[in-house]
Antibody, heavy 124, light 109 residues
């Protein structure tokens, strides 16, 4: 049974860089047709897609965050990571990592497994 | 980039049928996926693609689409269906870009 677990600091100071890691267990992060993503949810608000990665050469970013975001993968540790620079209070949110299942022929792409989320607060 | 629009709140009487809608230009090209999020929990997918239910999702959940509007229908709503529901699709700006709707809070009366 696949499991995803987010980890990282729960408190980040304004203007600093938020760094989170998602550890995947119960399956390999290198399995083809699967992508890996970060999604966030500010308190009391909706979901916002941040970024997706397939491999180190295939990364995709939300245009509104692209300037500040880096997603990466470490296949040796079965992990992928998120870095968000120059954070402000608006970046306070519950951050989820998720697996994206893709079937190009069937025109299907959806998030089938999610972590439980980790709350990151931006405050001095 | 694309936008998906959902009604903020919908209510349904216990056992009745409710439809939650999602509108956006990307839905003319891509299927919508639907996620249920109960308070304090991570989202789970209830419908993906044309009208696919993951294992364990009751068959009272179904999906449909017409033009720029996708719908999630719950036939015979149960108390445990009270939750926030989010639609999601690929963004027309790029094949692997994603967009979420603002969410609909479903109340079961």
């Amino acid at each position: 049974h696949l499991q995803l677990q987010e980890s990282g600091p729960g408190l980040v100071k304004p203007s600093e860089t938020l760094s989170l890691t998602c550890t995947v267990s119960g399956g390999s992060i290198r399995t083809s047709s699967y992508y890996w993503a970060w999604i966030r949810q500010p308190p009391g608000k909706g979901l916002e897609w941040i970024a997706t990665i397939y491999d180190s050469a295939s990364t995709y970013y939300n245009p509104s965050l692209k300037r500040r975001v880096t997603i990466s993968v470490d296949t040796s540790k079965n992990q992928f990571s998120l870095k968000l620079s120059s954070v402000t209070a608006a970046d306070t949110a519950l951050y989820y990592c998720a697996r994206r299942d893709v079937d190009i022929v069937a025109r299907i792409a959806y998030f089938d497994y999610w972590g439980q989320g980790t709350l990151v607060t931006v405050s001095s | 980039s694309s936008e998906l629009t959902q009604d903020p709140a919908v209510s349904v009487a216990l056992g009745q049928t409710v439809r939650i809608t999602c509108q956006g230009d990307s839905l003319r090209r891509y299927y919508a996926n639907w996620y249920q999020q109960r308070p304090g929990q991570a989202p789970i997918v209830v419908i993906y693609g044309k009208n696919n239910r993951p294992s364990g999702i009751p068959d009272r959940f179904s999906g449909s689409s017409s033009g720029n509007t996708a719908s999630l229908t719950i036939t015979g709503a149960q108390a445990e269906d009270e939750a926030d529901y989010y639609c999601n699709s690929r963004d027309t700006s790029g094949n692997h870009l994603e967009v979420f709707g603002g969410g609909t809070k479903l109340t079961v009366l």
